[in-house]
């Protein structure tokens, strides 16, 4: 049974006192480790460590937004894996579709990430997903294809045992406009095939596929309640305490 992730990415927000008091509020809301969910924080880098603070003690992990893939040296304004990890991250965001589209980044520098980040010992969140001028054109599978192909170039079985996907349709973020269960069940057992093909149907049964895009509580149940959906990458509804715990309360309904 895959254990649910539900993952917040706050992305370029909250100042330190608002992050210390949403970090505190999901302290309260994972105080200890539980079988059926996982909750996952990723907070703006410079938080890092205040967030760490917050939740010293509690069950929630502590993940970066993105990873700069060379050792110490000479990268102005980079993070490495090393420091990332100084500051209490275990997990991190790569290939988030705002940092494909905004920042220009490719598969081939996604991959040079994933590869520096499993090699340190992080656990990676791949993001992956199509834009809605792929989807209308039919070719969201070759889309996450090519992206899975790209992001995953060289890495072994063992090493994407530290990998979890996130498949977060490019459309479907900060619209409001959620993928139906239909269409978020299709893509994930699209990638986990994907995945059985790529390395072993064993593997792929274990690989957790989170969705985002607009997950809200409202529509977390119907979403988590799919069969390949392991558990949610939440941006909007993350900021909130009063949003994003009613998501992991319906992962841990449905994990019991
Ligand atoms: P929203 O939940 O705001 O749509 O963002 C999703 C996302 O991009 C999470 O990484």
């Not at 139906?180 to 893509?187: N, V």
């Not at 990458?233 to 992991?248: D, E, M, Q, R, T």
Request: net charge negative; hydrophobic share 45%; with cysteine.
């Amino acid at each position: 049974m895959r254990r649910f992730l539900i993952a917040g990415n706050w992305k370029m927000n909250t100042v330190q006192g608002s992050a210390e008091s949403l970090a505190g509020e999901l302290a309260a809301a994972a105080t200890s480790e539980e079988a059926g969910v996982e909750v996952l924080v990723c907070p703006p880098a410079p938080y890092l460590i205040p967030v760490r603070e917050k939740i010293a003690g509690s069950a929630v992990r502590l993940g970066a937004q993105d990873v700069y893939f060379e050792a110490p040296g000479a990268f102005t304004g980079e993070i490495c894996s090393e420091m990332l990890q100084d500051c209490g991250c275990t997990f991190v965001l790569i290939g988030h579709s705002e940092r494909r589209a905004i920042i220009g980044e490719t598969d081939q520098l996604i991959n040079s990430k994933v590869r520096a980040a499993l090699a340190a010992g992080l656990t990676v969140v791949l993001c992956v997903g199509e834009q809605l001028s792929e989807r209308e054109a039919g070719q969201t599978e070759a889309v996450l294809d090519r992206q899975m192909e790209g992001g995953l170039e060289g890495i072994s079985e063992q090493e994407a045992a530290a990998v979890v996907i996130a498949y977060e349709p490019v459309w479907a973020i900060g619209t409001g406009v959620t993928a139906t269960p239909d269409q978020a069940q299709s893509a994930h057992e699209h990638l986990r095939s994907w995945v059985a093909a790529r390395y072993t149907p064993e593997f792929a049964a274990g690989i957790r596929i989170l969705y985002g895009g607009s997950v809200k509580p409202d529509n977390a149940e119907s979403l988590l309640g799919q069969p390949d959906v392991d558990g949610a990458l939440v941006g909007g509804a993350s900021l909130k305490g009063n949003l994003f715990i009613p998501i992991i309360d319906a992962a841990r309904k449905l994990a019991e």
